[in-house]
């Protein structure tokens, strides 16, 4: 779905590249709808990203039917992210459009498990280690599954 306040779906962009599998990713969840991916650049441990299958820039052009299944998803993870990284607190964030600093154009919605006091790294700035990312997807995947 698109309309005139948004720009058509790109289908070379980054994320739906790795719902194709033609880049890796640590999947943390997937149903029919929804998967759900840790983002590279964490802004803390165990920094999600939790994308619908069917392809939409943004909130600006996503089915509500894709949107409501993408929080349904969004919440599981926020509450499996407390308990995997002893967090205090979840950040969610999503941007739409370049206004909002969104930078890849499939839908995602961040999901950013917090520890009182400690503060969010800069957005994109660090690649995290890939042992690490492997370690966290394993804790998040065990906290979904409990
Ligand atoms: P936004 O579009 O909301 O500004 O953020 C895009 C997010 O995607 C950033 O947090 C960035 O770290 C993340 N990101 C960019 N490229 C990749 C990638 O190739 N794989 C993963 N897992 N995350 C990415």
Same mark, same amino acid.
């Given at each position: 779905?698109?309309? *005139?306040l @948004?720009?058509?779906?790109? +289908?070379?962009? $980054? ?11 640590? *999947?943390? &969840? ?9 983002? $590279?650049?964490?802004?803390? +441990?165990?920094? @999600?990203?939790?994308? +619908?299958? =069917? ?7 996503? @089915?509500?039917?894709d949107? #409501?299944?993408?929080?349904?998803? =969004?919440?599981?993870?926020? *509450? ?5 990284f002893?967090?205090?607190?979840? @950040? ?12 890849? &154009?499939?839908?995602?919605?961040? $999901? ?14 660090? *690649?995290?280690?890939? #042992?690490?990312? #492997? ?9 979904? #599954?409990?």
């Open positions: 779905m698109s309309d *005139k @948004t720009p058509a779906y790109d +289908p070379q962009n $980054i994320f739906a590249k790795i719902l194709r599998g033609e880049i890796p990713a640590f *999947k943390v &969840y997937e149903d029919d709808k929804v998967f759900a991916f840790l983002d $590279i650049m964490p802004r803390a +441990p165990g920094h @999600t990203l939790v994308i +619908p299958k =069917a392809p939409a820039r943004n909130l600006l052009d996503i @089915t509500p039917d949107l #409501a299944a993408v929080a349904v998803v =969004a919440q599981k993870v926020a *509450k499996a992210g407390l308990v995997a002893e967090a205090d607190g979840v @950040t969610l964030m999503q941007f739409s459009e370049p206004a909002s600093g969104q930078e890849v &154009y499939h839908l995602h919605m961040h $999901i950013i498990p917090r520890v009182d006091g400690v503060p969010l790294k800069p957005a994109a700035s660090i *690649k995290e280690d890939m #042992a690490v990312l #492997a370690g966290h997807a394993e804790r998040l995947k065990a906290a979904l #599954a409990a």
